[in-house]
T-cell receptor, first 112, second 110 residues
Framework: KQEVTQIPAALSVPEGENLVLNCSFT??????LQWFRQDPGKGLTSLLL???SQREQTSGRLNASLDKSSGRSTLYIAASQPGDSATYLC???????????WGAGTKLIIKP | NAGVTQTPKFRILKIGQSMTLQCTQD?????MYWYRQDPGMGLKLIYY???????DKGEVPNGYNVSRSTTEDFPLRLELAAPSQTSVYFC?????????FGQGTRLTVV
């Protein structure tokens, strides 16, 4: 059974720092991996999607990597800003039935 | 572009009441999903559908029912609401790749 873990559960850093959020999964048979952002009381915003055949994806200050063999993905945020404060969720899409399996998220606080 | 639309956004139910959460997508996606998110947790799959007329249970289906009569609509039914069903509910759709989400329904059962 696929399990997804995100570490740390919470992270607080000063503005301007570069930071890395981690996501690990137990079964390498994935179709893709997605990173989402969730603001308090709001819905989910898709940030980056990495297909199983890809190693990384970039969007602005965000870079996500995927290492299927080790069951890991990282989300790198460069030059963090207070507006980056949110909960970041990773989800793995299984290649058997295209379900999304979710981590519990990392709550990120960027201090001005 | 409407994407995935969920209604209502908020609802308070009394124990034992019933309600239907509506979900509509206009992207012609085959796959649709219902998730619930409890505080501090990731999303858990309640039911999903791979196309009109086909539904299947996810991880936490007890207390819920779904139907998929059209490609666009995927309503979630709560028959006898219980306090354990207090949660935020998200509907999503995809065509195997990127998943798109509705804004969520915050449900409180008292």
């Amino acid at each position: 059974k696929q399990e997804v873990t995100q570490i740390p559960a919470a992270l607080s850093v000063p503005e301007g720092e570069n930071l890395v959020l981690n996501c690990s999964f137990t079964d390498s048979a994935i179709y893709n991996l997605q990173w989402f952002r969730q603001d308090p009381g709001k819905g989910l915003t898709s940030l980056l999607l990495i297909q199983s055949s890809q190693r990384e994806q970039t969007s602005g200050r965000l870079n996500a990597s995927l290492d299927k063999s080790s069951g890991r993905s990282t989300l790198y945020i460069a030059a963090s800003q207070p507006g980056d404060s949110a909960t970041y969720l990773c989800a793995v899409m299984t290649d058997s039935n295209y379900q999304l399996i979710w981590g519990a998220g990392t709550k990120l606080i960027i201090k001005p | 572009n409407a994407g995935v639309t969920q209604t209502p956004k908020f609802r308070i139910l009394k124990i034992g009441q019933s309600m239907t959460l509506q979900c509509t997508q206009d992207m012609n996606h085959n796959y649709m999903y219902w998730y619930r998110q409890d505080p501090g947790m990731g999303l858990k799959l309640i039911y999903y559908s791979v196309g009109a007329g086909i539904t299947d249970k996810g991880e936490v289906p007890n207390g819920y029912n779904v139907s998929r009569s059209t490609t666009e609509d995927f309503p979630l039914r709560l028959e006898l609401a219980a306090p354990s069903q207090t949660s935020v509910y998200f509907c999503a759709s995809s065509y195997r790749t990127e998943a798109f989400f509705g804004q969520g329904t915050r449900l409180t059962v008292v």
